[in-house]
């Protein structure tokens, strides 16, 4: 949202937005590169010294429910640090949020798959009531499980050994 003042406003296809911290130089940029039949964006955010991050979100759906917005973003990121970790993470997600201020904000809820340059894939799931479970595996062993709520917080419980 940096520079945007005023009334809000469809990027034209192509249009790049791109922000440079004055503080620590993180540059992010955002490219506007669909509107139909779903919107599209490609971002990149560099981070010196620490990582690259890229990607890109498409607003799949977007619907009205009296005074509810009901949007759906699949997202496709990629986290490269300059140790040499990277992690993939592609994720299906609802947003549901009021126009008034009637309720208790925004709510999430879906599912997301990443996976490390270590061979761990996790699957995590939030749903509709805000809890959050979820699953780290390396190979046919079990790493850990993610319980909590988007409420109270979400905890890793790390397996040690193979034991589940």
């Not at 940096?2 to 791109?18: H, L, V």
């Not at 590169?33 to 779903?38: D, L, R, S, Y």
């Not at 140790?83 to 126009?99: D, K, P, Q, R």
Request: aromatic share 6%; proline share 4%.
């Amino acid at each position: 949202a940096a520079g945007i003042s005023g009334p809000p406003m469809i990027d034209p296809i192509g249009f790049e937005r791109r922000v440079t911290s004055e503080r620590s130089s993180a540059a992010a940029t955002v490219i506007t590169t669909a509107h139909e039949p779903e919107s599209r964006w490609q971002f990149e955010l560099a981070v010196p010294g620490l990582a690259r991050v890229s990607g890109s979100r498409r607003l799949k759906s977007s619907k009205f429910t009296g005074p509810n917005i009901h949007m759906s973003t699949p997202d496709t990121l990629c986290i490269r640090f300059d140790s040499g970790y990277a992690v993939n993470i592609e994720s299906e997600m609802e947003f549901t949020s009021s126009l008034l201020k009637l309720s208790r904000g925004t709510r999430i809820h879906g599912k997301a798959q990443l996976s490390d340059n270590r061979r761990n894939v996790a699957l995590l799931q939030i749903d509709n009531g805000g809890e959050v479970t979820g699953t780290v595996t390396r190979g046919a062993e079990i790493v850990g499980r993610f319980e909590g709520s988007l409420s109270e917080g979400v905890t890793f419980r790390q397996y040690h050994g193979g034991s589940a």
